[in-house]
């Protein structure tokens, strides 16, 4: 089975504070992503890499940036969390072509 | 641009009483198109992908079914259990790997 993790469930942070969410994916998958969901929006997608160290723009990447040094790991940087970056963070990965395969989610809180 | 529309937004059943979800789509060159599950607090979990009108794949009481406008996701006797939000995504020969995704219909089944 495919297995996608995030380094958290649930995170609190401050205003202004630099914030790094993690996934990690065993699968070998080439494309990984990072979306965000918020109630009444959908999923939205914020950035997605098709093979080590690309990355492409989503639809929603202001604010955020991204990187991904091996095939298994990418990960989402707010540099100077806001308010409104509160939400759900979900990771996915995929063979080209397919079907995704989603983490369980950050809950990410700012104040 | 790929478009996804999902109705209705929500859905509420009977157990044991039958009913079928809408997934619209436009796309240039259908290379896919998914349902997911998404459980409350939770990533969306893959059920289901079809490449071409007139395919269908079913997986205990869920059924989904592919025209060349539409996808059509049938719960035969649902269960409460069967309540989750249902998402439809597509991918088309444009977006380089990646998928677009319909707002979701959120099904509550009472027992």
């Known amino acids: 089975d495919v297995k996608v993790t995030q380094s958290s469930r649930y995170l609190v942070k401050r205003t202004g504070e630099k914030v790094f969410l993690e996934c990690v994916q065993d699968m070998d998958h080439e494309n990984m992503f990072w979306y965000r969901q918020d109630p009444g929006l959908g999923l939205r997608l914020i950035y997605f890499?098709?093979?080590?160290?690309?990355?492409e723009k989503g639809d929603i990447p202001e604010g955020y940036s991204v990187s991904r040094e091996k095939k298994e790991r990418f990960s989402l940087i707010l540099e100077s969390a806001s308010t409104n970056q509160t939400s759900m963070y979900l990771c996915?990965?995929?063979?080209?072509?397919?079907?995704?395969?989603f983490g369980p989610g950050t809950r990410l809180t700012v104040l | 641009e790929d478009q996804v529309t999902q109705s209705p937004e929500a859905l509420r059943l009977q157990e044991g009483e039958s009913s079928s979800l809408n997934c619209s789509y436009t796309v240039s060159g259908l290379r896919g198109l998914f349902w997911y599950r998404q459980d409350p607090g939770k990533g969306p979990e893959f059920l289901f992908t079809?490449?071409?009108a007139g395919e269908e794949k079913e997986k205990e009481r869920l059924k989904a079914t592919l025209t060349k406008k539409e996808s059509f996701l049938h719960i035969t006797a649902p269960k409460p259990e069967d309540s989750a939000t249902y998402l439809c995504a597509v991918r088309g020969n444009t977006n380089a790997g990646k998928s677009t995704f319909g707002d979701g219909t959120t099904l509550t089944v009472k027992p």
């Open positions: 079809l490449y071409s």
């Open positions: 996915a990965s995929s063979l080209t072509g397919t079907e995704q395969f």
């Open positions: 890499s098709y093979d080590v160290k690309m990355k």
